[in-house]
Structure formats: C-alpha cells, structure tokens
C-alpha cells in the first residue's frame, strides 16, 4: 500500500516511524485505558486515516491498538493516586469556625439580663433573649460543617428539638411540681421558687454549639482523607468507626466541661446525665443529617418527645378520679432517683439507639461522597 | 404557562409536560401518505433555546409537516430551562422534558425481594464493567440483561436513584474489581473509585427511573428517533424493550469519543470502568438500533469500530440553509481577485500561525494579494490566540503605503462578523476570491460547506470531514504544511478560470448533498422505511380470539386521529368487523 521509499522520507533517519510516534506521543499511549482513548487522542493531534496510512497501517484504530500494544505497561509502577482529599469546606475565612460561638454568647447575655432584671422587663428580657438564640442557631446550622448542603430536603425535627430543650429547661420543675401538688402558676425565670428552671443545662447546650461543629469538622475531614488511603470498603470502615467514636466522646467531654463550668456560675444543681444524653441525641441526630440520614433522627427524635410527653401527662392524668394508678411509674422513677431520671432514661435510650445507627451509617463510604461533587 | 418542571417529590424523576398551543390539529389528508408519529429523544438541545444541535432538530421538525413528534427532552442545567423554548410548529403533539442533573431521591426504600433484585442486576452490571476486554460476544448480552433487569426494577418499584447511590450498589462494585480476571485497571480501584464510578452510573442511569416508559409515552410512538447517542438514546432503548418501539439514532459527533477526551485527569480505574460502560452502552444502542445515521464519514468508521452493523448504517449529511448565500453564490465576479478569507471561531486548533506564515510565502509570489481573517474568539484561549496571531502579523507584515503621502495599511486585517458590511457570513464570502481553511483538527467543517454554496475556490487542509466534504471541487493540502498551502493559493489566484470552474462545481456539489431538503427527506425516507419494516406490535384479535391478519395494514397509517382508545391507531372498522379482507372478498 506505502512503499517504503515515503515512509523514509515521512520521518527521516528511523527505521520504526511508530517508535517516533509513539515517542511524540508517549504520555497518551501510557495512560490509555483501552485503544479507542488513543485513537480518540490521536485524532485531537490532528492525526487521520491518511496519516495513519504513512505508518502501514489502514486507520487510526489499527494504529492506536498498535501503539497500545507497544507501551511497556505491566512493569510500570501504578500511577501515584491524585489527592482527591480536597479540603472538605474551604474556609470562608473564620466566619465558620467562630459562628457556632454565637447562640452560647447570646444565651450567656441572656441568662445575665435574666439575672439583672425584675417583673415585666425580665419578660421582656427572655423573649427577645429566646429570639436572638434561635436566630443564632439558625445562623450556625445553616453555614459551617453543621449545614445540609445539596440536601433539599429538610426534615421536620425543629419542633421535636425545641421541645427536648424546653424540657431541659422546665420539665423537671414541672414534674416535680406537678407531683408534689403544683404547679401553682408560671415560672418567675429563676432557679428558686415552686417551678424552678435549669438555665444551666441550656446554656451549656448552647455554648457546645461550638464543640459540636469543630468535631463534626474533625470527623468529616478525617473521614474523607481515610477515603483517599484506604484499600477497600472494609478497610474503610474499619478506620472510620473509632474515629467516629473519638468525635462522640470528645463532644461528650466537652459539654461535661462546659456544664460543670456553667453550672458552677449559675450556682445551679449540676444534672450531668440528662444534658450529656441530651447534648448526645442532639449530636448524632444533627451528625446524621449532615450526612444524608435523615429519617432515624426524625423517628427516634418522635419517640423521645412522645416519651417524655407521655410521662407528663401521666402524672398530671393521675389526678383525675380513678386514674391513680397512672402515676406510678413515673413516681417510682422521680423517688428512686430524682426527676431528672425521665429525660436521662429517654435521651439515654435515643441516643445509644442513634449511636449504634450511626456506627453502621457513617461507617460507609457512600455516606461520605463529597457534596460539592454532582452525586 | 409555566413548563418548568415542578420541585416536589415525585414517585419518579418528574417530568414535565405539555400541549403546545396549537393542539392537536387535524393533519392535511393524502392518500397513500404514510403517517409516522415520532418520539424525538434530544440531550440539552431541541426544543431549548441555548441548546447545541437545536437546530437541525427543529428543520428536521418543521420539514416533516405531515407526521406528527412527540419530543422527550433532557435539559443540561437549570440556565437553561429558564431560557425557555424556541416556538414550536404544530406537528408537534407533546414535550416532556427531564432534568436529569437534579434527579433527587424519591424515597422508596427498598424490600428484601427488590433489594436482592437490585444486588443481583447491579452486580451483573458491575462484573461485566470489571470483565477483562478479551472476552467480548457474551459480555454484550449480560450487559444488556443487567440494564433491562434494572429498568424493570426503576419501573415496577421506583427508587432506583437512591439505590444506585447506595452502599449496595459500591458494594457490588468493589466485589466485581476484586474478582478473578477483573481487568488490570479495575483491580487497582481504591475507594475514591469505585465512588466516582458509582456516581456517575447513577447518573447516566437516571433515565431509567424516567415515568415515559407507559403506554400513552414512549409506547405510544411509532419510531424513537435518538437526536444522540449516549444517555439520550437510554430511553429508546427501554421504549425497545418494553413495547418494541423501532429506534433511529443520528449521530453527528460520536458520544463515546467524547467520553474518552473529557475526563483525562481521572485515574485510570475510573476511566477504564466509565469507557467499559459507554463503550457496551453504545454497543448496546447500535445492536438495538433499526438504523443508525452517522453525520459523517468520520462518525460512521468509529460507529462501526463500536459494533455498529454497516447493514444500518446510513450516512446523513447535516443540512444547511443555502438561501442566505443564493445571491453571492449567482455571482461569482464580484469577488475582489487577490483577497484570501478566512472564516471561523478563532481557536489554535485553527491553526493560524500556519496560515499566517503560508501568506508571507504567498505575498514573495503575489504581492497584491491580501488575507482578510474574520471571525472572533472562541473562549479566553481563543483570545489569547487571536492577540499572538495579530502579534505575529504585525511582525511579519509592516504596514505599507501606496506613496510617501498615503496612510499605511497592513495587508493582513482582523474583522468581526456584525462589523461594517459584514453583516451575514455570505458577505465575508463575498469579500475573497478564495476560501482558506488552515485547520489542524476539524469535525464537519461548516464554514467550508458555506463557502461551497457562495461558489467560492477553496483551499483547505487534509483534516476531519474536509476531503469527504469537499470532494474533488477544491484543492486540499496536508495540514502543518505553510509552504503546500501557499503553493495552493497562489496557483488558485493566478488562475480565475479555475477558480470559477471550481468554486461552480462546488456550489452545485453543496446544493445536492448539504441542503436542508436532503437531510428531512433523507429522514423522511428512513422514517417510511422503519415503519414498513416494524411489525404491528398489538395484534388485533377477532371474535373467536384469533389474531386477525391484515387489520393494521401500512395504509392505517394515515393521517389523523382516530378515536379508539388502544394505543396504536387501529382503525374502528377493523376492530368491530372481525371479518378478514379475504372473507369478505369470498
């Protein structure tokens, strides 16, 4: 088809013109997958049947499968893998690292405004204190390692949230008043008095808004960059589940902290076990939905609210004529321990529930799939 | 009235439909003209207005007046869905339009049964995937068995989107690299792979989670008409399956080659995966295919490289309009004789230095000659490449002057379509008495088929469709060659004989192949050929229960609507006279 005479003169001076082409070309060739990417590369070099027909062969395909065939493949060692462990959240400055400081700063002004005033300013007070708060915490939820970014839907756990933490705030006073015979009118906003509030518990809650992102942050890109090293799914697993487990606790040990200090300030009873299992339900919950699971927060958070209503209602049910025996359960419980035993055994339940979910959801690769990336 | 699809959750991907305006009008009727009704399946383009490729799609539309498009649509993004329609004619019966880049999780999750199904199909899927190439003819088969396993799946249960961005489905893909004879590259897949992979699966899968897939959608249609090959031509292959809906599959550029140039920097796990993917896909589409129409010849030998049987193949050139370019191309003479042009998007595959250097090699023979380069940049390479292009004429063209008091001018001048009588591209025809392409990499050249239809001498290099395009009415040299280039246009400019013999010849070539009226028509043809060829795909029964030969002949073809409620147009009187023909005859 080419005599030999024009395949000399098409590249002077070697014997093998595919040596040189496949020299020009080298890096294509080497990183091919299968011969059609050469010849789709080789194409993009301006290379056409007519060229291909310069080196004997009859198109580019039986070209490229000739170059693909010729690349010393086998002894080469695998290519270094890319860093695909991206920087998970480019830090928008410091916006993101000091936003969750913002609801415990305010819930600290307003426990003080709390402490400082007197009859209706004190109202005042604690409404615009509330509002501020919850602005804040939509603020911190929405931007930082704490949002759902690319998840559209949103679950309806605002309210089942709002009740767990008026529960720690007035529940047990209520339980406590409501066994005793009370409640005999509303609260007066102080830890003293028939309907006590715990503004300890609360402030601690929301100040471990901030522990609670940096080690969402911690857990995600430690996640991500174990994704990039290891071998298989099971290797992956393997090396996520104590590092889950490590953010858990270190979470935990942070609000212990921060309600042993809290609570020494306020000069308040330190409930321990019922803030660490409710700071724990709300932990896994908002770490679930973060990563895409949202429907077991949804149910357990439903059952702990359901649980907790129950019990209220039981004590305040028992009054009714014949209905004593209702009672029972949750007396038995406060006098054993104390009231603050309802939220314990019911967050406590919840979260161990979330925990074990946790440790089989977020211990799997696809539950990390960055979300910048289009899924 | 509101197109855009709507933002709530949906059993499946949602998608939107509607009626255009018109309605359903009553066709004009003809007789023994057959009446087709098309679903035309298009990628990011037709019936949108920022949409590549709309455009023969449209006159491919609007020119088959007389057979009736159903258009099922995918959008490419949200820009373009907010730009809305172009307007559409009436032969237009319905548009239903998908976003497949915002398919969300319908929440269906799935039980024992259908998750054992899944594991079952995605494996499947998965281990032909990994198989090592070698093992070829009973790949295809399972690869097939898997997507359909699938589709039935995404139709009987929904919620398949979740179910491929599951744990399951990295699951099944890792079993599948760690397997006996996985290929090389499969086998060295680490986790950060196998979720690229599965990513995109599950994006190039969400057609099948598509609810077209009923008897008033997809099975409603006489023919599926792919507009491309790849994830638009999916649902004709599921339209294939389930009712036996012929396909046609044009493609213009190859979609798996564009695969192979896309993702360059992935690593090689992820690329030999997605090119075993695509590569049985398009397998796949072509064996399922009634006929494939490759744009070009280029597109035609890799169609054929992937599998596509030559039987099929029917080469479709794409049409354009020659009616802007009439009153240049009746004539010839208004041509300045020493001017080159060159038109076209200004990119460094165009390669313009080349010509730049090829016209300082001309002006040593042709002094007079002068080199007008219209056209702007494409993207901010493009940009780039245009400043060094000017740099460099600047450098190797002074400006010269016709005495000491003249003001200068370069011989080289860079203009813009829109510029000063320039309006049209046939006026930056007009202006050359030759046409230079200088290209060092090239699909179809448009600009090329344009100057045919001016009647223009053409001098292009040997690159892409150029020579099938061009024939024998213009001159081609090798690309990367100044000096073959210059040799070329200078014999064209001392030559205005040869020049008006070729630049003839051209136009009359142009006007038979690559006008719009050969392109529908070829169509038009393809269409009558499929559906002659199709099987009636509902029998009709008489009243004993016996299938009734002849009750949707060709001639039930005929335009209009009729109002019997099965979905193809069996006529009334075939249904209600269980006598065959030849009965009533005896």
Same mark, same amino acid.
């Given at each position: 088809m080419t005599d030999l005479g024009e395949l000399n003169r098409s590249t002077p001076g070697a014997a093998d013109p595919v040596k040189a082409l496949l020299h020009r070309h080298h890096d294509l060739c080497l990183r091919a997958v299968d011969p059609l990417e050469i010849a789709a590369g080789l194409e993009a070099h301006g290379i056409t049947d007519r060229t291909a027909a310069r080196f004997r062969h009859r198109d580019v395909f039986s070209l490229a499968e000739e170059l693909y065939a010729r690349v010393p493949r086998d002894t080469d060692p695998p290519p270094p893998a890319p860093p695909t462990t991206r920087r998970a959240d480019t830090l928008h400055g410091s916006a993101w690292f000091l936003l969750p400081l913002l609801p415990g700063a305010l819930c600290a002004a307003t426990v003080i405004a709390l402490r400082q005033t007197h009859g209706e300013t004190r109202l005042y007070a604690a409404a615009a204190g509330i509002l501020a708060v919850t602005l804040a915490l939509r603020a911190a939820l929405r931007r930082g390692p704490l949002s759902t970014p690319g998840r559209t839907t949103r679950p309806a756990t605002t309210s089942w949230t709002c009740w767990l933490i008026g529960y720690a705030l007035l529940g047990d006073g209520l339980l406590h008043a409501a066994i005793t015979g009370g409640p005999d009118g509303l609260p007066n906003g102080t830890a003293e008095g028939h309907w006590p509030l715990a503004v300890a518990p609360v402030l601690a809650l929301t100040l471990a808004c901030a522990p609670a992102a940096w080690t969402t942050h911690l857990f995600t890109t430690h996640a991500r960059r174990r994704l990039g090293s290891s071998r298989g799914l099971e290797d992956f697993s393997a090396s996520v589940r104590p590092v889950l487990l490590g953010t858990f606790v270190l979470f935990l040990g942070a609000l212990a902290a921060l309600l042993a200090v809290t609570s020494a300030l306020l000069d308040e009873p330190s409930a321990l076990p019922g803030t660490l299992a409710l700071g724990a339900l709300l932990f896994l919950a908002r770490l679930l939905t973060v990563h895409g699971f949202s429907h077991a927060p949804k149910v357990i958070l439903t059952i702990t609210v359901l649980a907790q209503a129950a019990a209220l209602t039981t004590v305040l049910a028992a009054r009714l004529p014949g209905c004593a025996a209702l009672s029972t359960p949750v007396e038995t419980l406060t006098t054993t321990w104390s009231p603050a035993a309802v939220p314990t055994f019911t967050c406590g339940a919840a979260a161990l529930v979330l925990l074990i979910h946790a440790s089989r959801r977020l211990s799997r690769a696809s539950a990390h799939v960055s979300t910048e990336q289009p899924r | 009235m509101d197109n855009r699809p709507s933002r709530h959750h949906l059993f499946r991907i949602r998608s939107s439909r509607c009626e255009p305006p018109g309605q359903r009008r009553l066709p004009t009727r003809e007789i023994g003209g057959a009446h087709v009704r098309i679903g035309l399946l298009t990628e990011g @383009? %037709? +019936? %949108?207005?920022?949409?590549? @490729? @709309?455009f023969w799609c449209d006159r491919l539309v609007r020119g088959l007046d007389r057979h009736e498009f159903d258009v099922y649509a995918f959008s490419s993004g949200e820009a373009q869905e907010d730009a809305g329609w172009v307007p559409l004619p009436p032969q237009v019966n319905r548009v239903r339009t998908a976003p497949l880049w915002a398919a969300e999780d319908d929440g269906v999750v799935y039980g024992r049964r259908a998750r054992r199904r899944f594991s079952e199909h995605y494996g499947e899927l998965a281990a032909v995937l990994c198989a090592s190439p070698d093992s070829a003819a009973p790949e295809a088969d399972r690869f097939a068995t898997a997507l359909r396993g699938l589709a039935e799946l995404a139709r009987e249960e929904g919620g398949l989107v979740g179910a491929l961005r599951s744990e399951t489905a990295v699951r099944a893909l890792e079993r599948a690299c760690r397997a006996p004879g996985a290929r090389r590259a499969a086998r060295e897949a680490r986790v950060p792979d196998l979720l690229a992979v599965a990513a995109h699966v599950e994006r190039a899968l969400r057609p099948l989670s598509l609810d077209w897939y009923e008897e008033d959608g997809l @099975?409603?249609?006489?023919l599926c008409h792919a507009a491309a090959g790849g994830v638009a031509a999916l649902p004709g292959l599921l339209a294939h399956h389930f009712f036996g809906v012929p396909l046609l599959v044009t493609e213009y550029g190859v979609r798996l080659r564009t695969h192979y140039l896309t993702r360059p920097d992935s690593p090689p796990a992820v690329r030999s995966l997605l090119a075993a993917f695509h590569g049985r896909l398009t397998a796949e589409t072509y064996r399922r295919a009634a006929f494939i129409t490759p744009g070009n010849t280029h597109a035609r030998r890799w169609q054929e490289r992937c599998g596509a049987d030559r039987a099929k193949l029917r080469t479709v050139y794409p049409g354009m309009d020659a009616a802007p370019f009439a009153e240049v191309g009746e004539s +010839?003479?208004?041509? !300045? +004789?020493h001017t080159l042009v060159w038109v076209g998007r200004v990119e +460094?595959?165009? !390669?313009l230095v080349s010509l730049l250097h090829a016209f300082a090699e001309i002006r040593t023979e042709e002094p007079e000659a002068r080199l007008r380069i219209i056209g702007g940049p494409a993207g901010p390479e493009g940009a780039a490449y245009l400043g060094h292009c000017r740099a460099l004429a600047a450098h190797l063209f002074p400006d010269e002057a016709d005495g000491p008091h003249a003001v200068g001018d370069n011989p080289v001048s860079f203009e813009q379509l829109g510029g000063p009588g320039l309006e049209t591209p046939a006026d930056a025809y007009a202006g050359g008495a030759v046409t230079v392409l200088s290209s060092v990499v090239e699909g179809f050249p448009t600009g090329l088929i344009e100057a045919m239809f001016c009647a223009r001498a053409t001098v292009s290099t040997d690159v892409g469709a150029v020579v099938e395009a061009i024939g024998g009415t213009g001159l081609v040299v090798p690309p990367r060659n100044p000096r073959a280039l210059a040799e070329a246009c200078v014999s064209l400019l001392r030559d205005p004989e040869r020049r008006t013999r070729l630049g003839a010849a051209a136009r009359a070539r142009a006007l038979e192949l690559f006008t719009v009226d050969q392109n529908v028509s070829a169509f038009h043809r393809i269409y009558l050929e499929i559906v002659a060829r199709t099987p009636v795909r509902c029998l009709v029964l008489d009243g004993t229960g016996d299938p009734l030969p002849f009750a949707a002949p060709a001639e039930a073809h005929v335009p209009g609507h009729w109002t019997d409620p099965t979905p193809r147009a069996v006529p009334t009187w075939a249904v209600e006279t269980p006598v065959p023909a030849t009965e009533t005859a005896r």
């Open positions: - | @383009g %037709y +019936p %949108y207005v920022s949409g590549e @490729g @709309g @099975g409603a249609v006489d +010839p003479e208004s041509a !300045d +004789p +460094p595959a165009k !390669d």
